[in-house]
Antibody, heavy 121, light 107 residues
């Protein structure tokens, strides 16, 4: 059974840092692109970043460029999101998701349960 | 970035109704369009990918279609478990942007 489990969320002060982890099981992590998506309280979904199988290609939404870094350790079946210079507007539930490509279309077919990040003083 | 605009923002309907919601892309995205369902407190779940392909395990009452930059999600006969928020997402160009969502509520 495919499972994704996020951890590392919590309360952090503005300007602080946090590192999220996503542990994968039930599939071979090294064969999939992976994505982070976030959802601010009461708001919609926002695609944040993704990373290719080897970690050599990374893409970010403009609002987190230069502050967030996506990475992975396939040997540890783990995906990470290092978040620096956090702002109040980064407050959200952060989901990791597996990317699957069908007919050339990328979809997120499995999601974790999410981890809440709260940026507040 | 490609903007995805969903309409309506909310929709009230009854069990058994046929429901349609729309997503418009700000530029051509071909068929690179997915639909997700999200229930309160839960992670999203993919329903439709490539504009009209049904994800495995999703009931056949869900269908998707496309016309140019306009995409439609249809639920043929609403069931109680379908009341949720629905998001479209383009996967043509990164960042893979989502629409703002359509909340489907019980009338």
């Amino acid at each position: 059974e495919v499972q994704l489990v996020e951890s590392g969320g919590g309360l952090v002060q503005p300007g602080g840092s946090l590192r999220l982890s996503c542990t994968a099981s039930g599939f071979t992590l090294s064969t999939y692109w992976m994505t982070w998506v976030r959802q601010a309280p009461g708001k919609g979904l926002e695609w944040v970043a993704n990373i290719n199988q080897r970690g050599s290609e990374k893409y970010y939404v403009d609002s987190v460029k230069g502050r967030f870094t996506i990475s992975r350790d396939n040997a540890k079946n783990s995906l990470y999101l290092q978040m620096n210079s956090l702002r109040a507007e980064d407050t959200a539930v952060y989901y990791c998701a597996r990317d699957r490509t069908v007919f050339g279309v990328v979809l997120m077919d499995y999601w974790g349960q999410g981890t809440l990040v709260t940026v507040s003083s | 970035d490609i903007q995805m605009t969903q309409s309506p923002s909310s929709l009230s309907a009854s069990v058994g109704d046929r429901v349609t919601m729309t997503c418009r892309a700000s530029q051509s995205i071909g068929s690179y369009l997915n639909w997700y369902q999200q229930k309160p407190g839960k992670a999203p779940k993919v329903l439709i990918y490539a504009a009209s392909s049904l994800q495995s395990g999703v009931p056949s009452r869900f269908s998707g279609s496309a016309s140019g930059t306009d995409f439609t999600l249809t639920i043929s006969s609403l069931q109680p478990e379908d009341f949720a928020t629905y998001y479209c997402q383009q996967s043509d160009t990164m960042p893979y942007t989502f629409g703002q969502g359509t909340k489907l509520e019980i009338k």
